[in-house]
C-alpha cells in the first residue's frame, strides 16, 4: 500500500549523510518500523493520507509510514538512482530543520509507544 523510492547512492556531503543514515536508523530504533527513505518520492494508496499525524515538519512522512505500518498497511521500497545536484543549495540538513525532527521524533514516540495510538 506504500512504495518508498530509496535512493541508492546519494551523493551528499559527509554531515549531511550523517543526519540521513539517523533519520532512516531512528525510526526503526525507536518504533522497529523501517523507514527506508521517507523525504523521498513515495506511491501511497490514499487512505494512508486519512491517517491522522500529529509531525509538523520534515519527520511527517516517517510518522506517516510508521502509523501506516503499525495500522497493517504494507510497505515496500524501490531503489532508485540519485543523481548529484547541479544547481541550487540543499536546506533539508538545516539545524533548524533537524531539531524540528527529533523533536517531532520524540512527540510521536511518545504518543505511539507510550499512549498507544497507533
Request: positive net charge.
Amino acid at each position: 500500500e506504500v512504495v518508498v523510492a530509496r535512493r541508492g547512492v546519494k551523493h551528499y556531503g559527509c554531515t549531511r549523510k550523517l543526519i540521513s543514515w539517523l533519520f532512516n536508523a531512528l525510526p526503526m530504533i525507536f518504533f522497529a518500523t523501517r523507514t527506508y527513505d521517507a523525504g523521498s518520492v513515495k506511491l501511497v494508496r490514499r487512505s494512508i493520507y486519512d491517517i491522522p499525524i500529529i509531525s509538523s515538519g520534515v519527520f511527517g512522512e516517517a510518522e506517516r509510514i510508521i502509523r501506516a505500518k503499525r495500522r497493517g498497511f504494507r510497505i515496500g521500497v524501490k531503489e532508485i538512482e540519485h543523481f548529484p545536484r547541479r544547481s541550487g543549495k540543499a536546506s533539508g540538513a538545516s539545524l533548524s530543520l533537524t531539531i524540528e525532527a527529533i523533536i517531532d521524533l520524540l512527540r510521536c514516540w511518545f504518543d505511539i509507544v507510550i499512549r498507544r495510538r497507533n
